[in-house]
């Protein structure tokens, strides 16, 4: 038997309700547990996000080449143009990043705090014609 049974990604930031807002919009999410200093939300695909307060956070400084980039998260979508307008009116912002090598086009956000995330192309599980 599996020892631990789940697992979530969690992002600390200084407002943790309002964090947990933009990525419910984002995703189409619902609250699923709240505590005085961390939100948990479940999106609508079962993707699990919490976030922590931190009243001394800072936003990370990806992607400038002197800093790694620790951690960010990537979300599949079908459109990137209309998740982009999303994003946006979310209150995230697109990140100067040049073009990606590989076969996903994707694109590079931060979310109101500043955590960077990137959003990929779902590739096509279609068969090629011809």
């Not at 100067?96 to 590989?102: F, L």
């Not at 994707?106 to 990137?118: C, I, K, L, M, V």
Request: hydrophobic share 35%.
């Amino acid at each position: 038997m599996a020892v631990v049974k789940a697992g979530v990604v969690v992002l600390d930031c200084a407002e943790p309700e309002k964090l947990a807002e933009f990525y419910k919009g984002l995703l189409d999410g619902e609250e699923t547990d709240l505590s005085a200093n961390r939100v948990e939300i479940r999106g609508a695909d079962g993707i699990r996000l919490a976030f922590r307060r931190d009243v001394n956070a800072t936003p990370p400084s990806w992607p400038r080449p002197e800093n790694s980039l620790q951690a960010h998260l990537d979300f599949l979508v079908d459109d990137l143009d209309e998740v982009e307008r999303r994003v946006v009116s979310l209150g995230g912002r697109p990140l100067e990043t040049k073009g990606a090598p590989g076969p996903h086009e994707e694109r590079g956000y931060a979310d109101p705090a500043g955590h960077s995330f990137t959003l990929r192309l779902e590739p096509s599980t279609a068969p090629k014609q011809g």
